[in-house]
């Protein structure tokens, strides 16, 4: 499809576990996010991407959370030593270009499950 | 860190019900957006604002700005259960590509 997808759509590991997730964004879009977001919150803003460089990391909780873009396109998020409190929807979204007034288009999201 | 309040934060209503929800913060921002967001699925953005005053309309919702742009509404006229879903507002500051979402409104349209 043309949208933004992300894999998987829900996962489930225990607690210490290391987990992927992995984030496609629309084709020609330069810029990449991630959000989290609690049951009943609104998304919390991870980190942005423009291209292949982190411009900003600065909503990542702490350093258990890693992610990367290496080609500009695709972007994995990292959760080391995972805790039940990482466990949330996590979103991924693409816009043509950074900038707040550009359209942001979300993915379904990944359920991760701590258990 | 700038903060939006949405209220109600629940709406349950009958179809064909006029409903209004709000978003405040006391922060000024540069654009404001509303999106909806399905169970199992990602926000869908339905609206950008910039202007102070502005208002615009989707069929049959409208999104007003408040002139001080620290405020925003979304009126929705007939609400039908194809309305139902979760209503969030998010707004960036000056060139912030961040977006700062409020909580959101969690609206049921009932047949």
């Known amino acids: 499809g043309a949208g933004v997808s992300q894999t998987p759509s829900n996962k489930v590991t225990e607690k210490g576990k290391y987990v992927e997730l992995r984030c496609d964004p629309i084709s020609g879009h330069t810029a990449l996010y991630w959000y989290r977001q609690s049951l009943g919150q609104g998304p919390e803003f991870l980190i942005y991407f423009q291209g292949t460089g982190a411009a900003d990391d600065s909503g990542l909780p702490n350093d258990r959370f890693f992610a990367v873009r290496p080609e500009g396109s695709v972007s994995t998020l990292k959760i080391q030593r995972t805790e039940r409190g990482d466990s949330a929807v996590y979103l991924c979204?693409?816009?043509?270009?950074?900038?707040?007034?550009?359209?942001?288009?979300f993915g379904d999201g990944t359920r991760l499950s701590i258990l | 860190t700038q903060l939006l309040e949405q209220s109600p934060q629940f709406l349950s209503i009958q179809e064909g019900e006029n409903l209004t929800v709000y978003c405040n913060s006391s922060?000024?921002?540069?654009?404001l957006q509303w999106y909806r967001q399905e169970p199992g699925e990602g926000p869908v953005l339905l609206v950008t604002v910039v202007t102070g005053g502005e208002v615009k309309k989707l069929k049959r919702l409208t999104f007003q700005f408040g002139d001080a742009r620290k405020d925003s509404s979304l009126h929705i006229t007939a609400a039908q259960p194809g309305d139902t879903g979760l209503y969030l507002c998010?707004?960036?500051?000056?060139?912030?590509?961040?977006?700062?979402f409020g909580k959101g409104t969690l609206l049921t349209v009932n047949p």
């Open positions: 922060s000024v921002f540069s654009s």
């Open positions: 979204a693409s816009s043509l270009k950074g900038g707040s007034n550009q359209p942001q288009h």
């Open positions: 998010a707004a960036g500051g000056g060139s912030n590509y961040k977006l700062t």
